[in-house]
């Protein structure tokens, strides 16, 4: 079922079904840059049946609206997300565990949540993503984007990102219906998340502190966020199992729905 959040003044979008039984798990599927919550269909689709599934759009991203967000003289942050997704949680009124799962930036504000909102989360799962900040070289990119993407478009921002994201078998169809949906999106949002993305901190050394039951997902032929990265963040947090997916690159959960869903589901069942 399709709804939205009205949070301070903006309209946030987002997916809510499945018909599980009382206590069930709550999957909050927290999309990435620059997507909507469609990357999330085939896990809403497998993962209904044993879990309340909810997939947002970000604020600006699908049906979701930017708001006055940034504020003309304020700094774009992660916590904004963050702030928009502790709404969420409260207003779907769970009655089992919740699990937020974070794709890549979502990854990055699953820290944030962390950080702000701990109290609303009981489990955790971390795909294609980094605890680690942007170098210099990742920063100056990002402000360059965020700089010149009104003038650009999306699409070319969708073409930068194309040969990074998928694992070389990856059919054509799914390249294609990905670049098409970067395309479709706001600059104006774009230019947010990358200014909010260089700004975020480094929360390596956090990862020792993270107390929540956690799952850790990657593409084995993730470029964005490589395997051996995410091996390592995952033996840092006391409390977590490690899955890496055969045959995928950065878009896992795109480009293998079977598998990411067989651990999402594993994991959730433990909770
Ligand atoms: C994403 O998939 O969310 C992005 O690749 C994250 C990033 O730009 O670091």
């Not at 003044?9 to 018909?19: C, K, M, P």
């Not at 840059?33 to 689709?45: C, G």
């Not at 942050?77 to 799962?101: E, T």
Request: glycine share 8%; hydrophobic share 45%.
């Amino acid at each position: 079922m399709n709804d939205a959040l009205d949070v301070d003044g903006t309209r946030l979008a987002y997916v809510d079904t499945g018909s599980p039984q009382v206590g069930a798990p709550t999957l909050l599927l927290v999309h990435g840059f620059p997507l909507t919550n469609i990357m999330w269909k085939a896990q809403i689709d497998g993962l209904k049946e044993t879990c309340r599934v909810v997939a947002p759009d970000l604020r600006g991203y699908g049906g979701s609206s930017l708001g006055g967000w940034p504020e003309p003289e304020g700094e774009p942050s992660l916590v904004r997300y963050a702030d928009d997704l502790a709404a969420l949680i409260d207003h779907l009124n769970a009655d089992g565990p919740v699990v937020f799962a974070g794709f890549s930036m979502g990854g990055y504000i699953a820290f944030s949540m962390l950080e702000r909102h701990a109290d609303r989360l009981d489990g955790l799962a971390l795909l294609d993503t980094r605890a680690a900040a942007d170098n210099d070289t990742a920063r100056a990119t990002r402000l360059k984007v965020a700089e010149h993407v009104s003038e650009w478009g999306a699409a070319r921002v969708a073409e930068l990102m194309r040969p990074n994201l998928f694992a070389p078998g990856t059919t054509a169809s799914i390249v294609q219906q990905t670049v098409e949906l970067i395309a479709s999106t706001d600059p104006a949002a774009i230019a947010a998340s990358q200014r909010a993305m260089a700004a975020r901190p480094d929360s390596t050394s956090r990862l020792p502190e993270i107390d929540k039951p956690t799952l850790v997902v990657v593409g084995d032929q993730d470029a964005i966020s490589p395997p051996a990265e995410m091996r390592s963040l995952a033996e840092a947090i006391p409390n977590a199992q490690f899955v890496e997916i055969e045959g995928a690159g950065h878009m896992a959960p795109v480009e293998q729905p079977d598998a990411v869903n067989t651990a999402l589901h594993e994991f959730a069942a433990t909770l």
